[in-house]
């Protein structure tokens, strides 16, 4: 399914996940959008970047593939955050991740990003899990009223072990690939680990023996029969 889509977080949610991570870049009028990249290029081939048009327009804007496809995602564009909390609403045993984009937090600020994601997400707040890369962005997320946060790793390394300690996020997130490649525990403490990119049963089985909790996939739909 296409990413970032309600079909694509929804066939995920029937699938069986136990949460579901979405990425959020801001429109120039301060409207939160599924996307990844601050450009619209890849996802959707206009070639723009989302800072530079309105909530209108972007949500107007249709993915690849229901170009490429237009008989199996025919109406697929890039939806608001408020259309898939309203889809959420509907899965309430289910934890949304919602990771705010760096660049959307350095064209807004940390401030009037996360003030207008608390807005937008206030149906599923108390369930909602905020994470990202900026670990400031992350110490303003419980006043706010998410019920918690994860800090997702750039590297593996001392320097970032000391940096989660003083943070204590309630999540490491960590792509399996910067891992040491070796069977050495992760680190301990009292957080949970996720680690994505992952889509063999028997990587998620040795990243669980090293202390993974929880494991981030593109192939639920396969991955998780085996699991159980």
Excluded at 163 to 187: G, H, S, V
């Amino acid at each position: 399914f296409p990413e970032n889509t309600l079909m694509g977080i929804e066939a995920a949610l029937q699938a069986g996940a136990k949460g579901v991570v979405f990425d959020i870049q801001f429109s120039c009028d301060g409207v939160p959008f599924l996307l990844h990249d601050a450009s619209l290029e890849r996802t959707t081939g206009v070639d723009k970047m989302i800072f530079d048009l309105d909530h209108q327009q972007v949500g107007q804007i249709p993915v690849k593939e229901a170009i490429e496809d237009p008989k199996k995602y025919s109406g697929v564009t890039v939806p608001t955050l408020a259309s898939l909390v309203t889809l959420l609403e509907s899965w309430p045993e289910v934890t949304p991740f919602v990771e705010i984009k760096q660049e959307s937090l350095n064209m807004f600020g940390i401030s009037t990003t996360l003030e207008t994601l608390a807005k937008v997400c206030a149906p599923i707040l108390g369930r909602a899990v905020l994470i990202a890369y900026d670990a400031l962005a992350l110490r303003c997320t419980r006043p706010l009223g998410f019920k918690g946060n994860g800090w997702i790793l750039k590297t593996y390394d001392e320097e970032s072990r000391e940096i989660a300690t003083r943070l204590a996020p309630d999540y490491l997130i960590c792509n399996q690939l910067k891992l040491p490649q070796n069977d050495e525990p992760l680190w301990p403490g009292p957080r949970q680990w996720i680690l994505y990119e992952i889509t063999e049963l028997e990587q998620a089985e040795q990243l669980a023996r090293r202390g993974a909790d929880f494991i981030e996939t593109m192939d639920i739909s396969r991955l998780l029969p085996s699991v159980r």
